[in-house]
Every structure is written in structure tokens, then in C-alpha cells.
């Protein structure tokens, strides 16, 4: 017995027997690998292009949440110290679009800056203003910078017919609120 088990495995098949057990699908692995290439890179690209987009709006809203932060501290100082909490609205507005223009690169970049907004509410009496973009009643002094820019898309330039940028909303709101 052990004599004929170490003959089976000294013996050789002849070259088309082994074919025919293979059932002639030799090589089949590596044409399906190279079909599905293209659509894996595709694929690739794409998810490199979304994280690009969910980097440039992160970075987008920061901005907007600084800019908005840097005009919430420009207080009138003349009714401060009457203990009126009221903002200066020219300086504070100047101060917000200075801090998003300083911290996007315009135009030469991957985001094209198409407006910005900055509304400053100032609540007097019982009249509370309400913020054009959440519909939110305001108690307190409020800053609220909205930035709207073009992002453009490295891939989508290969493809006739598709839009060449993504357009990205921001929008943050900052506010003084008086000690309880």
C-alpha cells in the first residue's frame, strides 16, 4: 500500500488531461482582474474626489466660524459702558469679511469664493430679529457669516457634460451672551 501512494504521487498527468480538469478556464482570473481595473480606479477617484469635497467645506466652515467669532468682540464700548450689550455692526461686519478673506486662497486654489454674508442683529427691546438662513429667533447680539464657494473637482474635468466645480453653503452663527 505505501509503495503504490508514493507511485501516484511520483507519476505525471499528461498535459491534456490536466487542461480538461482545469475545465479550460485557465487564465480567466487574470481577464476578469483586468476588466474590473478601469472600474476600481473609477471608483478610487471618486471617493478621493468626495473626501477632497467634505475637506474643503470642513475647512470653509472653520472660516466661517472664526470670521464669525473675530466680529462677535467688536462690542460698542460707549453703551457698554452704559450696560448695553450692542455690537458695532460696521466694524464688526468689516471684521468678519477680513478674517474669510484672509483665510481663503482666492481663486488660485481648488475653491472659488462666490459670496459672503455676514448679518449683524442686535436685538432691542422685545423686538428679537430672526436669522434669514435657520428662521432662529435671536435673544442676544448676533454675528452670522454665511460663505458660499465653487469647489472644483479634478476628476469631473475628463467628463464632457458633467459640472466641472460643486458648489458648498456654509453657514455659522456667533453670539454675546450676558453672564446669568
Not at 482545469?22 to 473609477?42: C, D, N, R, S, Y
Not at 453703551?79 to 448695553?84: I, K, N, P, Q
Not at 469679511?97 to 472659488?112: D, I, K
Request: one cysteine or more.
Amino acid at each position: 500500500m505505501y509503495e503504490g501512494t508514493v507511485h501516484r504521487l511520483n507519476s505525471r498527468t499528461p498535459p491534456s488531461k490536466r487542461q480538461h480538469k482545469l475545465g479550460g478556464e485557465g487564465g480567466a482570473a487574470l481577464v476578469l482582474t483586468m476588466l474590473m481595473l478601469p472600474v476600481l480606479l473609477l471608483l478610487l477617484s471618486g471617493l478621493i474626489a468626495i473626501a477632497q469635497l467634505f475637506t474643503v467645506r470642513a475647512h470653509l466652515h472653520a472660516v466661517a466660524d472664526m470670521a464669525a467669532l473675530a466680529a462677535v468682540q467688536e462690542l460698542d464700548l460707549e453703551r457698554l459702558a452704559d450696560g448695553e450689550v450692542i455690537l458695532d455692526e460696521a466694524a464688526a461686519r468689516a471684521r468678519a469679511l477680513e478674517a474669510v478673506q484672509s483665510n481663503v486662497v482666492p481663486g488660485g486654489g481648488a475653491v472659488l469664493i462666490s459670496s459672503i454674508e455676514v448679518s449683524v442683529y442686535n436685538p432691542t427691546g422685545r423686538k428679537r430679529p430672526v436669522d434669514k438662513i435657520s428662521g432662529e429667533k435671536l435673544r442676544w447680539p448676533t454675528v452670522c457669516v454665511s460663505i458660499e464657494a465653487a469647489a472644483r473637482v479634478s476628476w469631473l474635468l475628463a467628463v464632457p457634460g458633467l459640472p466641472k466645480t460643486v458648489t458648498i453653503r456654509v453657514h455659522t452663527d456667533a453670539a454675546v451672551v450676558r453672564k446669568p
